[in-house]
């Protein structure tokens, strides 16, 4: 991933310094405060972790033994040197407060990386806590070797998405290699959300929240609902699959045939999967009068917009997500060829008419339809209701990037080396069952988190590995 060294934002509703602050340092005074305005999926993200843990995890898998104070000084380094501490809020959570904290969190554990990712899935921060904490453990990696350990960050997702975790992670693992950052330090300073996505959707943004959350609850008026025996129970579950070296290059050369891109092909096959799945319960389902039939599958995808921003936004520690979802009839029925080009024309329009961007508006539209709520139940429902989905995909590709080891091999062998990566997706009340897919070279890994009370872990089993099971046919 390119470095870019970011201009700091003059704009004050975005980033205040809180005075007293003087000069800077190699790591900052305990002292230092910095006040960010929250962007509306920020705001609602906020909102669902008042009902519930939205938390999301990244994880390195790094050779040799774990030192552990090596891996403590690194990691509060890091987060010292950019003042990402414990945060305050302001009424309506409009504003956080990060006030630079003396230490951090860097547990350890002997539990498996399902067992730790079960218990920190639905583990709160409490007031005080920086919003990140991180934890040693075990690894077993694909030829049974133990001479490798992982080193797990688990993150309030509201702080950051994933890319900037990962970045987050490239310095924390570069500090435990040298003591020395050979990177730029991460900002908090983010400039404001509005204006560097206003060439996209211009100066009326109630008017472009309105529209597209209109639009969203008449895409989804077909859309069949997973059963959520209670809607307020939260617990999620995290299962992890490694697949086969080599899958994810026919996985590309299927896609590039079909005109597709590699999201496409998976996301077509989880619509296939899902069909499957709920094909008997979308047959058997008696059409209310005067309703809408929901008798298709509607699979969404996390989006990464710091690109369609106006100024780079590559050191910028923050949240730049958005989604669409692609909705689609009948997928278990016909072959994942037809089905991933009927996706690729509905993805290459959202990309040409930067749809997503516009789309993410309809968050905050979500956010004002949260607050007008007051019975719980409604909350937690709300997104169920108007724009169900029945999975959703999150996938990154690492190939070429620090954590590739092919980008490693000049490196001391005798040195810590990144032998994995992983992502862990929160669940949440928009969506049910989530797949987490990386992709560094040849390897491809899958994380799945899901509701335990939409899915029974047997259930949850048969579906990946019936995704597995028709992705490795379609590219056979």
């Known amino acids: 991933m ?30 230092r405060r910095f006040r960010v305005r929250l962007n509306p999926f920020q705001l609602l993200m906020r909102r669902w972790s008042h009902m519930h843990p939205y938390n999301a995890g990244q994880v390195m898998e790094i050779s040799g033994i774990p030192d552990f104070d090596r891996w403590r000084h690194a990691a509060q380094h890091v987060l010292a040197e950019m003042g990402l501490g414990p945060a305050t809020f302001t009424p309506g959570d409009t504003h956080a407060t990060f006030s630079a904290g003396p230490s951090v969190t860097v547990e350890e554990s002997g539990v498996s990386l399902a067992a730790f990712f079960d218990e920190e899935l639905n583990r709160p921060f409490a007031a005080g806590d920086a919003p990140v904490r991180f934890c040693i453990l075990p690894a077993v990696g694909r030829n049974g070797s133990t001479q490798s350990h992982y080193f797990a960050a688990v993150y309030d997702h509201w702080i950051a998405d994933s890319r900037a975790m990962r970045e987050l992670m490239h310095r924390i693992y570069e500090q435990y290699r040298s003591d020395e950052g050979s990177l730029p330090p991460l900002t908090l300073e983010a400039p404001s959300f509005r204006k560097i996505y206003r060439k996209h959707v211009g100066r009326l943004v109630r008017c472009t929240a309105l529209r ?12 069949f609902r997973i059963n959520i025996p209670d809607p307020l129970d ?12 080599g899958l994810i290059e026919r996985v590309h050369t299927f896609a590039k045939q079909q005109g597709a891109s590699v999201n496409d092909t998976f996301i077509a096959v989880l619509a296939q999967t899902m069909g499957a799945y709920t094909h008997e319960h979308r047959q058997r389902r008696r059409k209310k009068r005067f309703h809408f039939p929901r008798s298709e599958v509607g699979i969404g995808t996390i989006v990464d917009i710091r690109d369609a921003a106006s100024e780079p936004l590559d050191r910028v520690f ?5 989604s669409y979802t692609v909705v689609l009839h009948q997928a278990e029925r016909r072959g994942t060829d037809t089905v991933a080009r009927e996706v690729a024309a509905t993805t290459t329009r959202l990309k040409k008419t930067f749809a997503t961007v516009k789309g993410f508006w309809a968050l905050a539209m979500a956010r004002v339809w949260w607050d007008l709520y007051t019975s719980p139940r409604n909350r937690a429902l709300l997104l169920h209701k108007m724009v169900p989905v029945v999975a959703g995909i999150s996938n990154v590709k690492m190939t070429g990037t620090w954590a590739d080891r092919a980008t490693q091999q000049r490196d001391d062998p005798a040195q810590p080396r990144v032998l994995d990566y992983l992502r862990i997706s929160p669940t949440g009340p928009l969506i049910p069952l989530v797949f987490t897919l990386t992709t560094i070279g040849e ?34």
């Open 443 to 476: 390897r491809l890994s899958l994380c799945i988190t899901y509701r335990t009370t939409a899915f029974s872990d047997d259930q949850v089993q048969e579906i990946v590995d019936d995704f597995i099971s028709r992705l490795e046919k379609a590219v056979a």
């Open 2 to 31: 390119t470095q870019v060294i970011a201009t700091p934002s003059r704009d004050t509703d975005s980033l205040e310094h809180r005075p007293g602050e003087t000069g800077s340092s190699s790591l900052p005074p305990i002292g």
């Open 212 to 223: 597209e959350s209109l639009k969203n609850c008449w895409r989804h008026r077909r859309c």
């Open 234 to 245: 939260f617990r999620s579950r995290f299962l992890f699959r490694q697949l086969p070296e």
């Open 318 to 322: 923050n949240l730049y997500l958005s």
